[in-house]
Structure formats: C-alpha cells, structure tokens
Nanobody, 124 residues
Framework: VQLQASGGGLVQAGGSLRLSCALS????????MGWFRQAPGKEREFVAA????????GYADSVKGRFTISRDNAKNMVYLQMNSLTPEDTAVYYC??????????????????WGQGTQVTVSS
C-alpha cells in the first residue's frame, strides 16, 4: 500500500487549501482514512478521520467547523478541505490508512500506512 499526499502550499491567513491523498496497491474502501499534522518541534497530531463508507467522521476540536474530510472510494482518493486557515495550522500534513475494526480512529498507533506528507504554510 502506498499513500501519496498532495495539495499543500503557502496561503494567507483566512485562505483555503484542499489536500488530496491517493492510495495505491489496495482498495481504499478497505481502510479507515485519517489526516494528521506535525508542526516543527511538536508531536504529530490527529486532524480528521473518516470511516470506510464515509458515514462516520471525526475531527480534532482545533479544526472542527473549518476542515472537511471526504473520500471517493471509486477513485481511491481522500481529501481534506481546509478553510479559514490560521498560522497555527502551519505543519506537514500526512494522510494515513488503518485496518482497525472501528468507524474512526484518532491515534497514530492505530494507523498502519502513512504517506510522505505535504507542507502547509499559512502566513499572517
């Protein structure tokens, strides 16, 4: 299984970005999918997760109401729409896939595959 994240970049505060994550090697519907982020000097933190069917979704409190996770199992793609960005959202964003028997999972230990990360920088 390989995950390829893309869509990061430099944006001004208040702006938007859409991250994409392509899964190859297996069928996307096999996995719970999540997005995490890691800022310099900080631990990797949970951002959002979506169940295999897309029927269950979870967000970190810090992004709730601003970010939207979605998936297209037919295209083997997962997305993270990020609106109202702030400098505190600056980080490397990672997509991840989990085998776990649950709807959504929120910890790094529960994910089995990781993408390479895409940098998001929000200027003030």
């Amino acid at each position: 299984v390989q995950l390829q994240a893309s869509g990061g970049g430099l944006v001004q505060a208040g702006g938007s970005l859409r991250l994409s994550c392509a899964l190859s090697g297996r069928t996307l519907s096999t996995y719970i999918m999540g997005w995490f982020r890691q800022a310099p000097g900080k631990e990797r933190e949970f951002v959002a997760a979506i169940s295999r069917s897309g029927g269950s979704i979870g967000y970190a409190d810090s992004v709730k109401g601003r970010f939207t996770i979605s998936r297209d199992n037919a295209k083997n793609m997962v997305y993270l729409q990020m609106n109202s960005l702030t400098p505190e959202d600056t980080a490397v964003y990672y997509c991840a896939a989990s085998w776990r028997a649950a709807n959504v999972v929120r910890t790094t230990q529960q994910y089995d595959y990781w993408g390479q990360g895409t940098q998001v920088t929000v200027s003030s």
